[in-house]
Each structure stands twice: as structure tokens, then as C-alpha cells.
């Protein structure tokens, strides 16, 4: 049995120590409330590039450097923040952070476990619309599941979610709890619609719990990123943190408005009783009929290959082609 917390609170949207030390705070208070594994919203640190939703490319260009000012390396300063908070109150954490990595920014999802070692590092495979002028895109190598003190974990973030491909990879690597990260305070009510709707589904279909955190934003942070009245009404709604059971029946009660803590305890043997009936990656699976391959190497910029691996060629006139020595 594991206690579990679903974290919705606002970032702050100058500074990002400022929003790990906002960060903390809710870990205590979950600690408190007896939780063992923690989720917070999609980049949550330094906050979420709410700007290039709301305004044209061309008007972004102080506000996505601000954002570069404020990103997380990894590893570095913040990193070993959260690490000593995972050790500190014996909780793993997910948090969604803006990783700085040379001069691109990536939407990367951590998983700190409570021995403060990163079990997984795993950029956004594809960033969605807007978001493309702001993250690089990243590769198959954190497409898993990882151990953790709370058991097999794996996460996708926000529109992720409407890849069945990366959502089937994680279930067949024996997702247990899958950490669901979205934005909030995005779009409105169809958004928070939309949330229910993916995040259930994926517990049903992968007889696992799913913990979904979205961020808030006060009225106060709206008016800052925008001041017309439609842009404002767009980054309104489209919160949604809850906890999820493998039957998709909700754990508690989800949280739609404001800042809170969603809180429920998750019983393994759920997972079984749903399994028994539905094993996607198992007895109801055909792989006979589909199957998925899924390219889990890095995929760094430079390829260092040593000299033996290098076949010599040469031109071979007679059939007018390149052939090995």
C-alpha cells in the first residue's frame, strides 16, 4: 500500500529557485499527509512557457530568453535540490522541469528516488504546437519504466498521452504507477475534459494507477503574461489533479480549481483483480498479429565510431559503384 499525492500548485514565473523552494514546501506538506510518491505539473520548474500560447513568435523573444536564464541543468544546482528533498522526507518525486542542454531547452521528466538518485531522465518525444518554437524534441532513451522505493514508475506528459505507441511501451516494460504531467490552467473546461477522459482511459487499458498533476495560475500571473481579455480567458480551466485506480474509478476527489493536494493510497492487489480480467501486454495482447519496435538509443549529435567499425570502400569502375576493399 503506497500513498500518493497529485500536486497542484502555481510556479513562480521569475525565478526558478524560487519555485523549488514553493516546491518544498508542498513535499512537507504531503510528507505530512503520509505520501510516499509525489507528482507536480508539467515543467513545473522553472514554470510552464505560458507566454508562447498566448503571443505570436515574434513578441517571445525576451520572455523565451528569461526562460533559458531560468533552466534547469542536469545535472546541477537544482538537481541536488530535489535529490535532498527526495532523502529528507524518504519521497519519490516526479517533477517536470525546462532542461537546459547547450543552446536548446527540453521539456524533461525526472524521477528522484528517496536514495536522491535520478532513476530516469526523459525528454517530451514530440512538443505540441506552440510549444515547438520553445523545445527541442527528444529520443526513445527514457521511454521506460524504473524502480523506485514505490515501485515500477514511468510518466508521459501532457499530449504524449495521445501517442498509443508510447503509452503501450511503457505498459509492456510493467508500468505499476504511471505519472501523468499536464500544464493546467490552459484552454478551459474542454481541457480538464479531455484530461479525465486520457488519463482513465490509460489506467483501464494498462491496469495501473495514474497520478496526474496540472499547474495553476492566480489571477495576479494571468494578468502578467497577457493583458487582453481573449488571450486571458485561454489560459483559463484545464485543471485537473487526480489519482486514478486501475478500474479507472477515482481515489479521491480531483482537484479542478485553486491550489491543493490530491491524495489517495494505492493497493497494489488492484492491479491484479484488473490484470485478471485485462492483461493488455499479456494474455489479451496478440503478438502474433502487432507488434511495436521502438528505437531506445540516444540520439546525441556527434557518433563516435572507431576505426575498425569503418568498412574502407573504394570506386570500382567496372560496375560503376562504390564496394569494400
Not at 523549488?20 to 510528507?31: E, K, N, P, Q, T
Not at 518525444?125 to 524504473?146: A, N
Not at 556527434?302 to 569503418?310: A, D, H, K, P, Q
Amino acid at each position: 500500500m503506497i500513498r500518493a499525492a497529485a500536486i497542484q500548485i502555481a510556479p513562480d514565473l521569475k525565478s526558478g529557485a524560487a519555485t523549488v523552494s514553493r516546491m518544498c514546501d508542498a513535499v512537507s506538506d504531503a510528507a505530512k499527509e503520509g505520501a510516499r510518491l509525489a507528482v507536480f505539473p508539467e515543467t513545473f520548474v522553472p514554470y510552464y512557457p505560458y507566454f508562447s500560447f498566448v503571443e505570436p513568435p515574434v513578441s517571445t523573444g525576451r520572455a523565451h530568453l528569461s526562460l533559458y536564464e531560468e533552466a534547469v541543468a542536469i545535472p546541477g544546482p537544482i538537481t541536488e535540490t530535489l535529490s535532498r528533498v527526495a532523502i529528507d522526507f524518504d519521497m519519490v518525486l516526479c517533477v517536470g522541469v525546462n532542461e537546459r542542454d547547450g543552446g536548446s531547452l527540453y521539456n524533461t521528466q525526472l524521477i528522484i528516488d528517496t536514495d536522491g538518485a535520478i532513476k530516469l531522465k526523459r525528454r517530451k518525444i514530440t512538443p505540441t504546437f506552440h510549444e515547438r518554437m520553445i523545445w527541442g524534441r527528444g529520443d526513445g532513451s527514457g521511454l521506460k519504466v524504473v524502480d523506485t522505493a514505490v515501485g515500477r514508475v514511468g510518466a508521459l506528459a501532457c499530449w504524449e498521452h495521445y501517442n498509443p505507441l508510447a503509452r503501450y511501451t511503457l505498459m509492456a516494460d510493467g508500468e505499476q504507477i504511471h505519472c501523468a504531467q499536464f500544464p493546467g490552467s490552459m484552454v478551459g473546461q474542454i481541457f480538464a475534459d479531455q484530461i479525465e477522459v486520457t488519463i482513465r482511459h490509460h489506467a483501464l487499458e494498462a491496469g495501473c494507477f495514474v497520478v496526474n498533476s496540472t499547474g495553476w495560475l492566480s489571477d495576479e500571473q494571468r494578468a502578467s503574461i497577457t493583458d487582453d481579455p481573449k488571450m486571458l480567458k485561454a489560459l483559463s480551466g484545464g485543471c485537473y489533479s487526480a489519482i486514478i485506480g486501475p478500474d479507472g474509478s477515482h481515489l479521491c476527489e480531483p482537484i479542478t480549481e485553486g491550489e491543493g493536494i490530491a491524495i489517495a493510497d494505492l493497493d497494489f492487489e488492484q492491479i491484479t483483480k484488473r490484470k485478471r480480467m485485462l492483461d493488455s501486454v499479456g494474455h489479451y495482447s496478440r503478438p502474433d498479429l502487432f507488434s511495436l519496435s521502438v528505437n531506445k538509443a540516444p540520439q546525441p549529435a556527434i557518433n563516435s565510431l572507431n576505426e575498425r567499425e569503418i568498412e574502407p570502400i573504394e570506386y570500382n569502375e567496372s560496375v560503376s559503384e562504390f564496394q569494400p576493399v
